[in-house]
């Protein structure tokens, strides 16, 4: 069954520096997303993305958040310059259409120190 | 814009006893609707859903839920539950005509007990 996958599965950086979580959708999906969970938050939505460009974001996505598909297979999350409170599991997922089911890779765990 | 209210932070339960997690929603528009289940140290698996058709949705581990429009709820049954249900379970709910973002409640721990 196909699935989303997520790498690296943890991540530890110091604060300040730029991260880049990386994302491989379902290969035939069109819609993707970043999502994410502080450690016993609910998990929330960041940013949706079709068509090479953002549909949606949150007020979480600001300026220091940015995703790109610089290829055909992989969807990235940069985040330019970490602080504490990005510490959290980022969720990637993916859907086939607008009404369709998203489906939730692993999750990276991102410590900022 | 949709709001999702799990009204139980965490639900003790005996093993093969029947366990009910709530879901009560908010929304202007029609709405569809999702349970996603974290095991520890995992991430999300969807659950079960409700896009349409009949109101009673089921999943393959024995779960099912019930869209209720009246009362707004979408809450999650299992008749007898297992150790292995030990999990965090998400409710979420996105609107119609919107790029599927999804809102999540705050989740509900389930913890099974022998």
């Known amino acids: 069954e196909p699935e989303v996958t997520q790498t690296p599965s943890h991540q530890v950086t110091q604060m300040g520096q730029e991260v880049i979580l990386r994302c491989v959708p379902i290969?035939?999906?069109?819609?993707f997303y970043w999502y994410r969970q502080i450690l016993g938050q609910k998990v929330e939505f960041l940013v949706s993305?079709?068509?090479?460009?953002?549909?949606?974001k949150s007020e979480i996505f600001d300026d220091q958040f940015s995703v790109e598909r610089p290829d055909g297979s992989n969807f990235t999350l940069k985040i330019r310059s970490t602080k504490l409170e990005d510490s959290a599991m980022y969720f990637c997922?993916?859907?086939?259409?607008?009404?369709?089911?998203?489906?939730f890779g692993p999750g990276t765990r991102l410590t900022v120190t | 814009a949709q709001s999702v209210t799990q009204l139980d932070s965490q639900v003790p339960v005996f093993e093969e006893a029947p366990v009910e997690l709530r879901c009560n929603y908010s929304?202007?528009?029609?709405?569809?609707l999702f349970w996603y289940v974290q095991y520890p140290n995992q991430g999300l698996q969807l659950l079960l859903k409700y896009l349409s058709g009949s109101t009673l949705v089921e999943s393959i581990n024995g779960f099912e839920a019930e869209f209720n429009k009246s009362q707004t709820s979408f809450h999650l049954r299992k008749p007898s539950v297992h150790i292995s249900d030990t999990a965090e379970y998400f409710c979420a709910v996105s609107g119609f005509g919107g790029y599927n973002k999804l809102i999540f409640g705050a989740g509900t721990r389930l913890a099974v007990h022998p």
């Open positions: 290969s035939n999906h069109l819609y």
């Open positions: 929304s202007s528009v029609s709405v569809y």
């Open positions: 997922a993916s859907s086939e259409s607008l009404a369709g089911v998203l489906y």
């Open positions: 993305f079709y068509n090479n460009e953002i549909s949606e």
